[in-house]
């Protein structure tokens, strides 16, 4: 079986797959096949690939020949016409958001997996890369947060005075949220957190947050867990205590998502208009919307003197361990569909493969993306 390996798009800076994993395909007996200069920009050259057995070719061979091609982010229009019947596709496609690239991936008779649909339960944690990246995003809205914060984020008591810690307000308690806490409590930061669903409070609790309660949240156990639309009641309250708490806060994080809508906008004008000069938000959720009245996706704008960050692919920029986390996750997820002697075996009795595939035999075969069109 040939494999690829493709480069990304302009701008995305991670690859599907580092040196040592393709080598782990290698030495399945897979040959695996890879454009020059794929690991650039995450610090891998072509030797250090073709040391490990990946053979270098053009892109157009590589979509023309191989079985199974790995990438993060969608393929293009142009890249989709090349590909052979069957191939198997594995990437993060937002089935949701891109339904005409997934008709057309259906049409063409590619079987899509697309790893962000992968269902969220305990054996899919090795192989789920929207928490292997959001942990980075996480971390790393924090870093980000306090080098545009012209303050220290500690508490010092110095001869020449104190300074007060802090405040840093993290809005969605999720993978990339918790992240967030113990990135900015590890800096000496104060920090509260708000999220819908209550079951997060210990959490936040065990890393050292303050969570902020409001009470009446919708139940979220039917939507497996994931964030689910709160009734006008409750949006009131949340809308008062998140503004209390703005108005205090030096820094906000903001990671809140409803997957298949638009971001809640959680920071109004009037919350903006309310903070303190100087002040940072980091907003990861700009791809969909934003979580501020005055979010623009992939811009750092200043806003009154509040400086708004719209971020939503921060693991593109820590692109050597974004990529690694990334292959390693997809190496997991091959467990499931290649056999021992390195040929494809899809069971589609297994909920994590059914739960992924999105297009197979010349159809929109997911559930929840059928239920969209
Ligand atoms: P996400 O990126 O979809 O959303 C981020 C957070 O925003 C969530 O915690 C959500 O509740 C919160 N949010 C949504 N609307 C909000 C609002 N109006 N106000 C405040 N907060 C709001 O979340 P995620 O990090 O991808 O995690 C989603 C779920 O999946 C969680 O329950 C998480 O525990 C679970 N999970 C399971 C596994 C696993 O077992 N494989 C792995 C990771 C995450």
């Given at each position: ?17 580092m040196p040592e994993q393709a080598e782990v395909l ?221 108005a205090k806060a030096d820094i906000i994080i903001t ?119």
């Open positions: 079986m040939i494999a690829g390996i493709l480069k990304e798009p302009t701008g995305e800076h991670r690859v599907a797959f290698v030495k399945k007996g897979i040959t695996v096949y890879i454009e020059s200069s794929i690991g650039n920009s995450a610090y891998a050259d072509d030797d250090s690939y073709t040391s490990k057995g990946a053979e270098i070719k053009s892109r157009y061979e590589i979509l023309s020949n191989a079985s199974i091609l790995f990438t993060i982010q969608p393929l293009s229009a142009i890249d989709i016409e090349l590909l052979k019947e069957n191939v198997v596709l594995i990437g993060i496609y937002q089935p949701f958001s891109n339904i005409q690239l997934i008709k057309e991936l259906a049409e063409k008779k590619v079987t899509l997996f697309s790893m962000d649909m992968l269902p969220r339960t305990t054996r899919a944690q090795s192989m789920d890369v929207l928490s292997s990246q959001a942990n980075i995003a996480g971390y790393k809205a924090v870093i980000l947060a306090a080098s545009f914060y012209p303050k220290y984020f500690p508490m010092f008591m110095t001869a020449a005075g104190t300074i007060a810690p802090a405040k840093v307000l993290i809005l969605g308690a999720g993978v990339a949220g918790l992240q967030a806490i113990a990135t900015a409590r590890r800096l000496g930061a104060v920090v509260e957190v708000f999220d819908t669903r209550p079951a997060v409070k210990e959490e936040v609790m065990s890393l050292g947050g303050k969570f902020i309660e409001v009470e009446g949240a919708a139940d979220p156990s039917a939507a497996g867990g994931y964030a689910v639309e709160q009734t006008e009641e409750y949006k009131q309250k949340q809308h008062q205590r998140i503004a209390d708490a703005a990671t809140a998502q409803i997957p298949g809508k638009s971001a809640p906008v959680l920071i109004t004008e009037a919350m903006l208009n309310a903070m303190k000069p100087g002040s940072v938000i980091i907003d990861l959720a700009a791809a969909t919307g934003g979580n501020t009245a005055k979010t623009i996706n992939a811009q750092k704008i200043k806003y009154n003197d509040v400086t708004i960050v719209g971020d939503s692919n921060l693991p593109a920029t820590m692109p050597a361990d974004a990529s690694k986390l990334y292959g390693k996750n997809i190496l997991n997820f091959l467990q499931l569909i290649i056999n021992k002697d390195g040929q494809l075996n899809l069971n589609f009795e297994d909920d994590l493969v059914k739960g992924s595939c999105i297009t197979h035999n010349g159809e929109i075969v997911n559930e929840r993306v059928k239920a969209l069109i």
